[in-house]
């Protein structure tokens, strides 16, 4: 793959040096001679390509887990006009931009959804405009450039009108790396003339802290479509995740061991949040389409039998003191033993491949479905 081509350029290869004023001007499997004499023949790189052969500072989300990823979040974008209703904003957060590679596939993803935003195949945002927009975070602006205008997903502008400037997708990407997120805004300026560029609003920051921000800009109101976090301790953000989700979201996280996948599962059981877990998927080599696992509480076969041993007990007590069907139907407490305050009491977490195969290599997917509570009604 060649750098960003330009007249004076020249891509070496094995099989001799290619100028890249030999290539400028030339259509899609034209061919070009190198200086050896080789034919080659020129095409654009495709997305898989462009992620496996840029530089990197990390090692990215490969295009497999990537597609995968975003086929959980089963996202159906629509190319809506400017008068389509009041239907929200689609927004994603990805907190861990890496690579940048997850970023492009994600904003792939949702671009049919950016009305009104002028292509920007042929006319790039420069790059010191793209730099600008991911330290504008850190210097306390929330502004996004989109469309040539500096504008904010925020209550004080209508979503139809938001709509109208192209806005009605994005995808926002946080890390506390500033060095790895200048180095993906590069990576995702660099592919087709910046294709994507407007669809990613970059930001360097802890993701708690983030939502902290975005929430009180947003009048406390939900507005995350979904969320992605590849992070370590995931566990410790979920009550601010779930705080910035709305309802039916779904919420991904992505663990090298399931380990962490339980933490989360456990943090999430523990402080009652209103979340289902969907599935988990091993991913890895040779995994076409990830591998389900069974993950969930169970609990253990001799605290179900001291149960039905405490029932019997109370009913004898019921029976011995009168109580009949018809009778009172108060509680019956057995003497010296401590009424439990939940049902969870005993409860353990189980996982296990739901095939028979060893594991190997990779890393674990954990999907959430966002419920709705009462304060939701």
């Not at 060649?2 to 061919?31: F, M, W, Y």
């Not at 023949?41 to 390509?49: F, G, K």
């Not at 994603?92 to 590679?101: C, F, P, S």
């Amino acid at each position: 793959m060649t750098v960003p081509l330009c007249a004076e350029g020249r891509t070496i290869t094995r099989l001799g040096n290619i100028e890249h004023s030999s290539i400028i001007g030339k259509q899609p499997r034209d061919v070009v001679i190198s200086s050896k004499g080789k034919p080659l023949r020129v095409h654009a790189p495709t997305l898989e390509e462009y992620i496996v052969l840029t530089p990197r500072l990390v090692t990215p989300i490969y295009p497999a887990d990537a597609n995968l990823i975003v086929s959980l979040l089963d996202l159906h974008p629509d190319n809506l006009g400017p008068d389509s209703g009041n239907q929200p904003a689609i927004e994603i957060l990805e907190a861990g931009t890496g690579h940048g590679a997850l970023t492009l596939h994600l904003a792939r993803a949702i671009h049919a959804a950016k009305v009104g935003a002028p292509s920007t195949i042929g006319q790039p945002e420069s790059w010191p405009s793209l730099l600008q927009r991911v330290k504008s975070f850190a210097v306390g602006s929330l502004a996004y450039l989109i469309g040539g205008k500096a504008i904010g997903l925020y209550p004080g502008r209508s979503v139809t009108e938001q709509r109208r400037m192209g806005c009605h997708a994005l995808v926002h990407t946080v890390d506390v790396s500033s060095k790895h997120s200048q180095h993906a805004a590069k990576i995702v300026k660099g592919f087709r003339r910046g294709m994507y560029a407007r669809d990613v609003d970059f930001a360097i920051s802890d993701v708690s802290g983030w939502i902290e921000r975005e929430m009180h800009n947003r009048n406390w109101n939900p507005f995350l479509s979904h969320v992605f976090l590849d992070l370590p301790s995931t566990h410790t953000h979920v009550e601010k995740i779930v705080s910035a989700l709305r309802v039916d979201g779904k919420l991904l996280v992505f663990n090298p061991s399931i380990t962490q996948i339980n933490s989360t599962i456990e943090r999430i059981k523990s402080k009652r949040l209103p979340l289902q877990l969907e599935k988990v998927v091993e991913i890895g080599p040779g995994m076409t389409g990830g591998r389900i696992w069974d993950v969930r509480f169970v609990k253990p076969r001799v605290l179900i039998k001291e149960g039905n041993e405490r029932a019997a007990m109370a009913s004898d007590a019921r029976e011995d003191q009168g109580f009949g069907e018809g009778g009172s139907t108060d509680r019956i407490v057995v003497e010296g033993e401590d009424e439990p305050s939940t049902d969870d009491e005993g409860m353990e977490i189980v996982c296990r491949p739901k095939v028979g195969e060893r594991m190997r290599g990779g890393g674990f997917i954990a999907l959430w479905s966002r419920n709705k509570t009462g304060k939701d009604f």
